[in-house]
């Protein structure tokens, strides 16, 4: 079987449903609280594991309750955890997220341990990126390490997928768009990168061209329910959605990511792959919390 190592972050979701977002200054009463597990990297991780990838996963908890809940959360679905590491210096990654009525959320991220993660842990885990076939990583934690795992991962040969999520606030260095050899932002995130607004097909095309102009090789630019936009045959193609009631979209994108990493582990087409991802992360918007929410392969 081909693996995948996916690098990035873990947090504890502290979720709260309600009716409608508090404005700047308002109080809501909200519905239901829970505490879920999350965090981009973890969340594309275990999409990928229980879709039936050999995951490997690397990333950094804090050394209290949270953290050891999710090293035995990650065996249990299947995760080579040997480089999850732990830190004595910043407790486990938080997310406080609320959602709304329409599915829709809001997410304020506290890192923590997920801002410690260094190029010395990737140098670590120099085995299990050479020994892998792809290679996955998000933009919650620092940069640097992404750097020096896109570098090596492409110097071994490797397939570099890069979701920049969340946006970056600095401009994303050509040093590590070139190692990338697929970057799937969604609008706000190609937006941010290329600086070209998306309002509309034409637009969302000239962003994947900007994208391939900073050096990435391939892109693709998911746009919520309207589909993918993605190169077929060198041309942009909108590939569909599927059609769902949303009642949480949360971590639809990186069920989108992680399943489609495995699709393309196992070698799928483009066409292929993209459709078994959106009807992966079409489970999970039907479906409450992040992991929690994610299909197993006999769920597809
Ligand atoms: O993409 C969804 C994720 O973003 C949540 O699980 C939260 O932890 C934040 O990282």
């Known amino acids: 079987m081909k693996k995948l190592v996916v690098i990035g ?49 690397i990333c950094k908890v804090g050394n209290d309750d949270y953290g050891r809940a999710m090293i035995e959360k990650f065996r249990k679905d299947g995760i080579d955890t040997r480089h999850v590491s732990t830190t004595d210096q910043a407790a486990t990654g938080i997310a406080i997220i609320t959602v709304d009525a329409k599915g829709e959320n809001t997410i304020v991220v ?34 640097e390490p992404l750097r020096t795992a896109a570098r090596m991962a492409h110097e071994m040969g490797k397939y570099v997928i890069l ?36 309002s509309d097909l034409q ?19 998911t746009l919520g329910e309207k589909g993918v936009l993605a190169y077929e045959d060198g041309k942009a193609k909108l590939f569909p959605t599927c059609k769902v009631q949303a009642i949480d979209t949360t971590a639809a994108g990186d069920t989108f990511c992680g399943a489609l990493s495995v699709a393309i582990c196992q070698g ?10 959106n009807k992966a992360a079409a489970y999970t918007v039907q479906h409450e919390g992040a992991q929690c929410a994610m299909p197993h392969l006999n769920d597809l």
């Not at 009463?29 to 594309?44: D, E």
């Not at 229980?50 to 490997?56: H, M």
């Not at 020994?131 to 998000?138: F, I, P, T």
């Not at 768009?177 to 937006?191: M, Q, S, V």
């Open 268 to 277: 799928k087409g483009k066409k292929e792959a993209i459709a078994f991802a």
């Open 110 to 143: 506290a890192s923590g341990a997920n801002s410690m993660l260094t190029s010395e842990d990737i140098i670590n885990a120099e085995s299990a990126i050479s020994a892998a076939d792809v290679l996955l990583m998000q933009l919650e934690t620092p940069v």
């Open 9 to 57: 972050s873990s947090n504890m979701d502290l979720v709260v449903s309600t009716e409608h977002f508090p404005l700047p200054g308002q109080t809501v009463l909200g519905n239901k609280f829970m505490t879920n597990f999350g965090g981009k990297g973890a969340n594309q991780a275990v999409a990928a594991s229980l879709l039936g990838s050999d995951v490997t996963f």
């Open 163 to 198: 979701n920049p999520a969340p946006a970056p606030k600095k401009p994303l260095l050509s040093d590590l768009l070139k190692h990338i050899d697929l970057i799937i932002p969604n609008e706000t995130e190609a937006t941010s990168i290329t600086g070209v607004e998306i």
């Open 203 to 221: 637009s969302a095309e000239l962003a994947m061209e900007a994208l391939k102009g900073m050096g990435v090789k391939d892109a693709m630019i």
